[in-house]
């Protein structure tokens, strides 16, 4: 059975004089702070619940002229977010600009199109309803897939560029924690879409 340790753990714990391992806020490549913008209480109708449960990398890219469920959902997600639009199913001018806006609010690439990037940020909230640390010390176990590692997280839901969520986790080796060390091998990045990626200290 995996060992799991969801809070930081302090060095004295581990029998040495190091600082706690500590986080700091997600930053752009720019160096500005992301910003997450509280939008809870959304309620999607009946007929599009589905969508929330789909990837953004596997919803479809919908511009002008797209038609469909998929573009009512974006509609019903643009006026949760403030953008005010017809909700019709027809991806015309309106929607368009909503988009656009959307996309510049949020530090998208502005083209009026929803691809993955935009998906990602329409369904981050969603998301954070269901991704949980505990989830992504589950993932990160099962991709890196050794015994001997455990992990440790400080819970904060972060918020890359792209719009996708992540908790940052610290790796540590339980072998080389027996032996009087500080275990740590590593950082990884788990974003809301299973991606597990090596990372530095936040």
Request: proline letters at 3%.
């Amino acid at each position: 059975m995996k060992k799991r340790w969801l809070t930081v753990v302090p060095a004295l714990a581990l029998g040495v004089g190091l600082a706690p391992f500590q986080f700091q806020a997600a930053e752009a490549s720019s160096g500005e702070s992301i910003e997450i913008t509280e939008t809870s209480g959304f309620e999607v109708s009946e007929e599009l619940q589905p969508l929330l449960e789909v990837a953004p990398e596997h919803q479809p890219t919908l511009m002008k002229d797209s038609a469909g469920l998929e573009v009512q959902f974006v509609q019903e997600k643009l006026n949760h977010f403030g953008l005010e639009t017809s909700v019709d199913g027809l991806f015309g001018t309106q929607t368009k600009e909503q988009v656009i806006q959307f996309q510049k609010e949020h530090n998208l690439m502005i083209d009026g199109i929803v691809g993955e990037e935009t998906w990602a940020a329409l369904l981050a909230e969603d998301s954070n309803d269901t991704f949980t640390v505990e989830g992504a010390i589950d993932r990160a176990e099962e991709e890196l897939n050794n015994d001997d590692l455990i992990f440790s997280s400080d819970g904060v839901l972060h918020q890359a560029e792209d719009g996708r969520t992540f908790y940052s986790l610290k790796v540590a080796s339980k072998s080389l924690i027996d032996d009087g060390g500080t275990g740590t091998v590593g950082f990884y990045d788990v974003y809301d879409d299973g991606e597990v990626v090596e990372s530095e200290p936040r």
